[in-house]
């Protein structure tokens, strides 16, 4: 099982519609996948579950057991102010550790609206997960103008091709 983490809490977001598509690129090779979106997040976590209050949230609770049980992660992550959104930070830290992620697999693809496709968000992301002992998978698609790219549910062909591709080094990974 792959879980898919859409890794920013904005409603109707792209990160979301290219997490179902990365979702259909698995499923029609035959892989079973799990869906995070951190937009079902409880508004309230940041307060409720994090540090003193850690395990205490049980909205939150199944957000972090899922998170437990995954062994290979794929995050859709979004430039936000030339980095990752916020919101997946605290997201991160309300998260078992180090069990969450050590000896994990991630791959990371990066959206955006701009020409650098994420490129410094998935930077910080990989130095946070190297910290946390997770196997990142070297191939990165950074998706810029995605705007350009994604119609409806649709993405660019070459846009596509490249997370078929990763989707099979993530499989031997």
Do not use: W
Not at 27 to 52: G, Q, V
Not at 56 to 72: D, G, Q
């Amino acid at each position: 099982m792959i879980t898919i983490i859409s890794s920013t809490n904005r409603k109707n977001s792209v990160s979301k519609k290219l997490a179902h598509i990365y979702q259909g690129i698995l499923e029609d090779k035959k892989i079973e996948t799990e869906m995070i979106y951190l937009d079902e997040l409880p508004e309230d976590f940041i307060a409720t579950a994090l540090y003193d209050q850690s395990g205490k949230n049980k909205l939150f609770n199944t957000f972090r057991e899922k998170m437990l049980r995954a062994e290979k992660m794929v995050f859709i992550v979004p430039e936000y102010n030339g980095s990752f959104p916020g919101v997946l930070k605290a997201f991160i830290d309300g998260l078992a550790f180090p069990n969450t992620f050590r000896d994990k697999k991630a791959a990371l693809v990066g959206i955006s609206s701009g020409v650098q496709g994420a490129g410094l968000a998935l930077s910080h992301l990989t130095d946070i997960f190297n910290y946390c002992g997770t196997h990142v998978l070297a191939q990165k698609p950074k998706l810029s103008r995605i705007e350009e790219n994604l119609t409806e549910n649709n993405l660019s062909e070459l846009y596509h091709s490249l997370l078929e591709e990763q989707v099979d080094k993530l499989l031997r990974f």
